[in-house]
């Protein structure tokens, strides 16, 4: 094996971000933000424990997708493969794109074939991670963000911030003037004396928005769920934006990463159960759309669109998958409850994890979708204190703890490493940058005018786990298995000292 | 080599680190090993997925009248209006009577709406038809239409677009929609229950409550982008 270093892949979404510590030094100096992401989290966290704890089987439910999602990734490619039969077989088309500049290439012909030259999407993240809006808008075609907090994002040339809601760092007041200022220079305009209540800023988007969605020809989606027994394909929304843009135009596009596909139709019964609750602490959300392929009348009986293209997007996700112990990371469907009960996230906000992929998901997906050579992805799996709350909410049960390590040892110590289907040996962070910059970022997020406290229970956390973790592995797999307590190493779990300190109310 | 052949060879390489993965046993003859909706992929499941299915198919046991009270309850917490009405004479006054309450003057009728629903109800009636523009159907005031089936522990309507169901946007466009769901024939309790009786191969619609977004501040609001207003009819329901 030959020793290389990797830089970072194209990323076109988010290019050249400043390492994690730097990031959320900015954000925690921030206390509009702050106290935004506090209310937030708080409220999710608090309603979803409610929402959860009506289902007395949540825990063999979250087993169940955990089986589900570890048996697809073992026996991806027959998976996919039944699925591309499955989709072929109802009517639609299926691509296979190996990196963001393939997928791109082929939404991009798609959509010049069809003679349009916008398209309106509905909410993906798949879509942000490989800078689709960027590279549609290089070939001339306009892209429609039609989600609340997409559009906000989308209008104020800014970033999202958390995967289930992409505008939670802005207020009322602010959304209002990004309304104001750039609704008109995309299509309608906002109404004249636009107010910052809630419903008139949701009515002003419903106009705007509206008047796309009755003229697109064309729309981008991606997909929760792909159910290779059928074909089916499932979004999950609350809005009516992913019903618009699934069911109006005449040509649908959906950019899927192939790890979003599962079984049989049938297992959707778990995440039909545990996706909402975890995510948005709804028994169920507005509106789940499942389509086939063009249906039972191939489109031609007008019930959707005539023509649609499914994109599987690699783009990371194999050399993920050739890590045995970060490929769990994969099963990730997107609920955003770690998020919600991070108290880095809460602090850091999503923007300093430089990635679309925020929070405890983002720092150890990002790293492996990307590579860790890059400073921001390097610093990523320092971005946590390993308290394990993300563990415990988690609806598939991704021991998110556990990567983090893994990725610690990774780049302080280096190793054997898959990129783009290679295994390569990295080399160690040089003099343990990372781990320096780990420290950096513990003090930024804890040591914050007084809070000794919180300084040294973050430093004692920090010192505990990097003692009791192993110098070197004996072997690759059965390593781990050895330390799987060290998730759960604090005996004084910081969480509690958190949620003690805010009722404390020194917040 | 093409990127298929590219990902799916680094899949192969991926997994393959020479342990039985879970689910790599055959299913010995006769066991189940699958929902057994009858799709045939031509993939022959000649492995057990593993997957522990020891999770609940219903969370409480019900009579017919407590699931249609918890539908009914689920569906008003998450801001639907919810009507009752025992006989079909009673559905078609009170069908009436919300869309002369609404100020509908167009009503939209999918293909196969019983017709005496709509036998007292005043708004010019509009068909489902394949060529309408979206446009066109945007115009609509009102919607009214049936279900596929109902799930009363989640508070959710399904539509497949069967017959008094209609194309997927006839929901979608007008602001307001109707829905009759006939109890208890067409309630089911839970999920797990409502899946063996779906065919994902018709277009299905899910909802739960009107359009609504959280995005701004978390306050949540109803009617983004589909209809504001959603009113379910419990059609023999006491």
Same mark, same amino acid.
């Given at each position: 094996?030959?020793?290389?270093?990797?830089?970072?892949?194209?990323?076109?979404?988010?290019?050249?971000?400043?390492?994690?510590?730097?990031?959320?030094?900015?954000?925690?100096?921030?206390?509009?933000?702050?106290?935004?992401?506090?209310?937030?989290?708080?409220?999710?966290?608090?309603?979803?424990?409610?929402?959860?704890?009506?289902?007395?089987?949540?825990?063999?439910?979250?087993?169940?997708?955990?089986?589900?999602?570890?048996?697809?990734?073992?026996?991806?490619?027959?998976?996919?493969?039944?699925?591309?039969?499955?989709?072929?077989?109802?009517?639609?088309?299926?691509?296979?794109?190996?990196?963001?500049? @393939?997928?791109?290439?082929?939404?991009?012909?798609?959509?010049?074939?069809?003679?349009?030259? @916008?398209?309106?999407?509905?909410?993906?993240?798949?879509?942000?991670?490989?800078?689709?809006?960027?590279?549609?808008?290089?070939?001339?075609?306009?892209?429609?963000?039609?989600?609340?907090?997409?559009?906000?994002?989308?209008?104020?040339?800014?970033?999202?911030?958390?995967?289930?809601?992409?505008?939670?760092?802005?207020?009322?007041?602010?959304?209002?003037?990004?309304?104001?200022?750039?609704?008109?220079?995309?299509?309608?305009?906002?109404?004249?004396?636009?107010?910052?209540?809630?419903?008139?800023?949701?009515?002003?988007?419903?106009?705007?928005?509206?008047?796309?969605?009755?003229?697109?020809?064309?729309?981008?989606?991606?997909?929760?769920?792909?159910?290779?027994?059928?074909?089916?394909?499932?979004?999950?929304?609350?809005?009516?934006?992913?019903?618009?843009?699934?069911? &109006?135009?005449?040509? !649908?596009?959906?950019?899927?990463?192939?790890?979003?596909?599962?079984?049989?139709?049938?297992?959707?019964?778990?995440?039909?159960?545990? !996706?909402?609750?975890?995510?948005?602490?709804?028994?169920?959300?507005?509106?789940?759309?499942?389509?086939?392929?063009?249906?039972?009348?191939?489109?031609?009986?007008?019930?959707?669109?005539?023509?649609?293209?499914?994109?599987? &997007?690699?783009?990371?996700?194999?050399?993920?998958?050739?890590? @045995?112990?970060?490929?769990?990371?994969?099963?990730?469907?997107?609920?955003?409850?770690?998020?919600?009960?991070?108290?880095?996230?809460?602090?850091?906000?999503?923007?300093?994890?430089?990635?679309?992929?925020?929070?405890?998901?983002?720092?150890?997906?990002?790293? $492996?979708?990307?590579?860790?050579?890059?400073?921001?992805?390097?610093?990523?799996?320092?971005?946590?204190?390993?308290?394990?709350?993300?563990?415990?909410?988690?609806?598939?049960?991704?021991?998110?703890?556990?990567?983090?390590?893994?990725?610690?040892?990774?780049?302080?110590?280096?190793?054997?490493?898959?990129?783009?289907?290679?295994?390569?040996? %990295?080399?160690?962070?040089?003099?343990?940058?990372?781990?320096?910059?780990?420290?950096?970022?513990?003090?930024?997020?804890?040591?914050?005018?007084?809070?000794?406290?919180?300084?040294?229970?973050?430093?004692?956390?920090?010192?505990?786990?990097?003692?009791?973790?192993?110098?070197?592995?004996?072997?690759?797999?059965?390593?781990?298995?050895?330390?799987?307590?060290?998730?759960?190493?604090?005996?004084?779990?910081?969480?509690?000292?958190?949620?003690?300190?805010?009722?404390?109310?020194?917040? | 080599?093409?990127?298929?052949?590219?990902?799916?060879?680094?899949?192969?390489?991926?997994?393959?680190?020479?342990?039985?993965?879970?689910?790599?046993?055959?299913?010995?003859?006769?066991?189940?090993?699958?929902?057994?909706?009858?799709?045939?992929?031509?993939? #022959?499941?000649?492995?057990?997925?593993?997957?522990?299915?020891?999770?609940?198919?219903?969370?409480?046991?019900?009579?017919?009248?407590?699931?249609?009270?918890?539908?009914?309850?689920?569906?008003?917490?998450?801001?639907?209006?919810?009507?009752?009405?025992?006989? @079909?004479?009673?559905?078609?006054?009170?069908?009436?009577?919300?869309?002369?309450?609404?100020?509908?003057?167009?009503?939209?009728?999918?293909?196969?709406?019983?017709?005496?629903?709509?036998?007292?109800?005043?708004?010019?009636?509009?068909?489902?038809?394949?060529?309408?523009?979206?446009?066109?159907?945007?115009?609509?005031?009102?919607?009214?239409?049936?279900?596929?089936?109902?799930?009363?522990?989640?508070?959710?309507?399904?539509? #497949?677009?069967?017959?008094? $169901?209609?194309?997927?946007? %006839?929901?979608?466009?007008?602001?307001?929609?109707?829905?009759?769901?006939?109890?208890?024939? $067409?309630?089911?309790?839970?999920?797990? $229950?409502?899946?063996? !009786?779906?065919?994902?191969?018709?277009?299905?619609?899910?909802?739960?409550?009107?359009?609504?977004?959280?995005?701004?501040?978390?306050?949540?609001?109803?009617?983004?982008?589909?209809?504001?207003?959603?009113?379910?009819?419990?059609?023999?329901?006491?």
């Amino acid at each position: 094996m030959t020793a290389i270093h990797l830089g970072m892949p194209a990323f076109p979404a988010f290019p050249a971000f400043p390492a994690f510590p730097a990031a959320a030094g900015k954000a925690v100096a921030d206390p509009v933000l702050r106290a935004n992401l506090r209310r937030a989290t708080h409220t999710i966290r608090d309603k979803r424990a409610r929402a959860v704890a009506e289902l007395a089987d949540w825990a063999e439910l979250r087993a169940a997708g955990k089986a589900v999602k570890d048996h697809t990734l073992r026996h991806l490619d027959r998976y996919l493969l039944e699925l591309e039969a499955s989709v072929t077989a109802a009517g639609g088309t299926v691509h296979w794109a190996a990196d963001a500049e @393939e997928a791109n290439r082929i939404v991009t012909e798609l959509v010049l074939a069809t003679g349009e030259r @916008e398209v309106v999407k509905v909410k993906s993240m798949a879509t942000q991670e490989i800078g689709l809006n960027e590279a549609l808008e290089a070939a001339g075609i306009a892209a429609y963000e039609t989600d609340l907090a997409e559009l906000i994002v989308q209008l104020g040339h800014d970033r999202p911030s958390h995967i289930l809601v992409p505008a939670i760092h802005l207020g009322r007041a602010e959304i209002r003037e990004v309304f104001a200022e750039e609704m008109g220079g995309w299509g309608r305009p906002a109404p004249e004396g636009l107010g910052d209540d809630p419903r008139e800023l949701a009515e002003a988007a419903r106009l705007h928005l509206r008047e796309k969605f009755l003229r697109a020809k064309v729309a981008v989606s991606g997909a929760n769920f792909m159910v290779a027994e059928t074909g089916t394909m499932v979004v999950f929304e609350s809005e009516g934006n992913g019903r618009m843009c699934l069911t &109006l135009p005449e040509t !649908l596009i959906s950019v899927v990463g192939i790890e979003k596909v599962i079984p049989t139709f049938r297992d959707l019964e778990i995440f039909l159960q545990t !996706l909402p609750r975890s995510s948005t602490a709804e028994r169920m959300n507005p509106y789940t759309t499942m389509w086939t392929g063009l249906g039972p009348s191939k489109g031609a009986e007008g019930d959707g669109p005539t023509a649609f293209h499914l994109v599987l &997007l690699d783009n990371g996700r194999t050399d993920t998958l050739a890590d @045995e112990v970060g490929r769990q990371a994969l099963r990730c469907i997107r609920c955003s409850a770690c998020l919600n009960v991070c108290p880095v996230y809460e602090r850091a906000g999503g923007h300093a994890y430089g990635s679309v992929y925020p929070g405890p998901i983002g720092a150890i997906l990002s790293p $492996q979708l990307r590579g860790t050579g890059s400073e921001i992805d390097a610093s990523l799996p320092y971005a946590s204190t390993l308290c394990g709350a993300c563990y415990e909410v988690c609806p598939v049960a991704i021991d998110i703890p556990e990567v983090l390590v893994h990725l610690r040892e990774r780049v302080a110590q280096g190793g054997p490493v898959t990129r783009e289907g290679i295994r390569v040996r %990295i080399r160690p962070a040089h003099g343990h940058a990372a781990e320096r910059a780990a420290m950096r970022a513990a003090r930024l997020l804890l040591n914050h005018d007084d809070w000794p406290v919180a300084l040294r229970a973050g430093e004692r956390l920090l010192a505990r786990a990097r003692r009791l973790r192993p110098r070197r592995l004996p072997g690759p797999g059965r390593a781990w298995t050895d330390s799987r307590e060290l998730p759960e190493l604090p005996a004084q779990p910081f969480r509690d000292w958190w949620a003690a300190r805010d009722r404390e109310g020194r917040a | 080599m093409s990127s298929r052949d590219r990902i799916l060879g680094r899949i192969r390489r991926a997994t393959a680190d020479g342990r039985p993965g879970p689910g790599l046993e055959p299913v010995a003859p006769g066991l189940d090993a699958g929902p057994g909706l009858g799709f045939d992929s031509g993939f #022959d499941s000649g492995f057990d997925p593993g997957v522990p299915r020891d999770y609940l198919r219903v969370h409480a046991e019900r009579t017919p009248a407590e699931t249609a009270d918890l539908l009914a309850a689920n569906l008003a917490e998450y801001r639907a209006k919810v009507h009752r009405v025992v006989g @079909e004479d009673g559905l078609a006054a009170l069908l009436g009577r919300l869309l002369a309450a609404r100020g509908a003057r167009s009503v939209l009728v999918p293909a196969g709406l019983p017709a005496h629903w709509l036998s007292a109800a005043a708004p010019v009636r509009v068909p489902d038809r394949a060529a309408s523009t979206p446009c066109e159907l945007d115009a609509v005031d009102s919607v009214v239409t049936g279900c596929a089936l109902a799930i009363a522990e989640t508070g959710t309507i399904v539509l #497949d677009g069967g017959p008094g $169901q209609g194309r997927r946007r %006839i929901t979608l466009l007008p602001d307001h929609h109707i829905c009759v769901v006939r109890v208890p024939g $067409q309630v089911v309790d839970s999920v797990p $229950q409502a899946m063996p !009786l779906l065919d994902p191969v018709r277009p299905l619609t899910w909802i739960s409550g009107p359009s609504a977004t959280s995005d701004i501040e978390l306050d949540r609001v109803e009617g983004v982008h589909g209809p504001r207003t959603l009113e379910v009819v419990l059609l023999g329901a006491q």
